[in-house]
C-alpha cells in the first residue's frame, strides 16, 4: 500500500510494507546524520550515486532535494519498492534504476537475501537468507555517471566496502568527487587480509587500531561509526551511519 510521508518540506509516497521501516524515517530516528548530511550536501542538478539504495530513503531523498540520481541495487525485491516508491513521488524523471552491483570482478556473484526490506551482502551469509545470482560490475562502471566536482556518491553495502572501497575511492576522488561511507567495522576484522579497505595502512589500519581499542572499552564494536579525515589523521567522532570524505582532504595511495 502507498503512504504519504513528510521529510524537510518535502512529501513523498513510498510503498509502506508490513514491518516497514517508514515509521523511523517519518519521526526522524532512522538516521538523523545521513539525513542531516544529505539535506546539508545535496543541491539541485548535482550528481547523487546511491550503491546500496535499497528501498530507496536515500534514493529519495536526494532525488526530492533536487539531484540527479542514479542507484545501484542488486536485491530485485528491494529494487521493486524503490521504483514504486519512486514512480509514486513523482521523481522517476530524477531517478535512473540500475540493478547492479559493484564488485571486484564484473559477472555474476552470489547476494544473500531475507526479505524485500530486510539487509542484502555480497559477502556476509546470515541463516534463513536466501542465495541469489546478481549481476556486478567493476567500480570503473561509476566513471560514466560522474560530474567533476558535482558528484556525491554514497556506498552502503553491507561489508562490501572494505572490498571494494579502495578502488572506488581512486576513481571517485580523482574525478573531485566526494564519498559518503557507511561503515561495519566487524567486518573490516572480519575481513582484514582481503580487504582493499585496508590497502591503505593510514585509513585502514589507524581505523582498525581504533576499533580494537574501542571494542577493549565498551566489549563490542559499534555498528559504525564516523571518522573525520585530515591527512592521515582519522579521528572517530560518534555514533552514526555516516563517514565523509572530502576530496581536498583525503588522498587515497596503493
Given at each position: 500500500?502507498?503512504?504519504?510521508?513528510?521529510?524537510?518540506?518535502?512529501?513523498?509516497?513510498?510503498?509502506?510494507?508490513?514491518?516497514?521501516?517508514?515509521?523511523?524515517?517519518?519521526?526522524?530516528?532512522?538516521e538523523p546524520?545521513?539525513?542531516?548530511?544529505?539535506?546539508?550536501?545535496?543541491?539541485?542538478?548535482?550528481?547523487?550515486?546511491?550503491?546500496?539504495?535499497?528501498?530507496?530513503?536515500?534514493?529519495?531523498?536526494?532525488?526530492?532535494?533536487?539531484?540527479?540520481?542514479?542507484?545501484?541495487?542488486?536485491?530485485?525485491?528491494?529494487?521493486?519498492?524503490?521504483?514504486?516508491?519512486?514512480?509514486?513521488?513523482?521523481?522517476?524523471?530524477?531517478?535512473?534504476?540500475?540493478?547492479?552491483?559493484?564488485?571486484?570482478?564484473?559477472?555474476?556473484?552470489?547476494?544473500?537475501?531475507?526479505?524485500?526490506?530486510?539487509?542484502?551482502?555480497?559477502?556476509?551469509?546470515?541463516?534463513?537468507?536466501?542465495?541469489?545470482?546478481?549481476?556486478?560490475?567493476?567500480?570503473?562502471?561509476?566513471?560514466?555517471?560522474?560530474?567533476?566536482?558535482?558528484?556525491?556518491?554514497?556506498?552502503?553495502?553491507?561489508?562490501?566496502?572494505?572490498?571494494?572501497?579502495?578502488?572506488?575511492?581512486s576513481i571517485?576522488?580523482?574525478?573531485?568527487?566526494?564519498i559518503l561511507?557507511?561503515?561495519?567495522?566487524?567486518?573490516?576484522?572480519?575481513?582484514?587480509?582481503?580487504?582493499?579497505?585496508?590497502?591503505?595502512?593510514?585509513?585502514?589500519?589507524?581505523?582498525?587500531?581504533?576499533?580494537?581499542?574501542?571494542?577493549?572499552?565498551?566489549?563490542?564494536?559499534?555498528?559504525?561509526?564516523?571518522?573525520?579525515?585530515?591527512?592521515?589523521?582519522?579521528?572517530?567522532?560518534?555514533?552514526?551511519?555516516?563517514?565523509?570524505?572530502?576530496?581536498?582532504?583525503?588522498?587515497?595511495?596503493?
Open positions: 500500500m502507498l503512504r504519504e510521508i513528510s521529510w524537510h518540506r518535502h512529501r513523498l509516497n513510498v510503498v509502506d510494507e508490513p514491518g516497514s521501516f517508514w515509521d523511523k524515517f517519518e519521526s526522524g530516528e532512522w546524520e545521513t539525513r542531516a548530511f544529505l539535506a546539508e550536501r545535496v543541491r539541485p542538478d548535482m550528481v547523487f550515486i546511491d550503491l546500496g539504495a535499497w528501498v530507496g530513503p536515500t534514493t529519495l531523498i536526494a532525488a526530492a532535494l533536487g539531484a540527479r540520481v542514479v542507484a545501484f541495487e542488486p536485491n530485485p525485491a528491494s529494487l521493486d519498492l524503490m521504483r514504486r516508491s519512486v514512480e509514486a513521488s513523482g521523481l522517476a524523471e530524477r531517478v535512473t534504476l540500475v540493478p547492479k552491483a559493484i564488485w571486484t570482478a564484473a559477472g555474476q556473484r552470489q547476494l544473500s537475501v531475507g526479505s524485500a526490506t530486510s539487509g542484502s551482502s555480497l559477502v556476509v551469509r546470515k541463516p534463513r537468507h536466501n542465495l541469489i545470482d546478481v549481476a556486478c560490475e567493476l567500480p570503473a562502471y561509476l566513471e560514466q555517471f560522474i560530474v567533476p566536482g558535482s558528484t556525491l556518491l554514497k556506498i552502503d553495502v553491507e561489508g562490501a566496502e572494505y572490498d571494494i572501497f579502495a578502488d572506488v575511492a571517485v576522488l580523482q574525478r573531485q568527487a566526494d561511507l557507511s561503515i561495519h567495522p566487524h567486518k573490516a576484522v572480519d575481513h582484514r587480509k582481503k580487504a582493499s579497505f585496508l590497502r591503505n595502512p593510514a585509513l585502514g589500519g589507524a581505523l582498525l587500531r581504533r576499533l580494537l581499542r574501542l571494542r577493549q572499552q565498551v566489549g563490542r564494536f559499534p555498528a559504525a561509526k564516523v571518522v573525520e579525515s585530515r591527512g592521515s589523521t582519522f579521528t572517530l567522532r560518534a555514533p552514526t551511519m555516516v563517514d565523509f570524505f572530502r576530496a581536498s582532504q583525503f588522498c587515497l595511495e596503493h
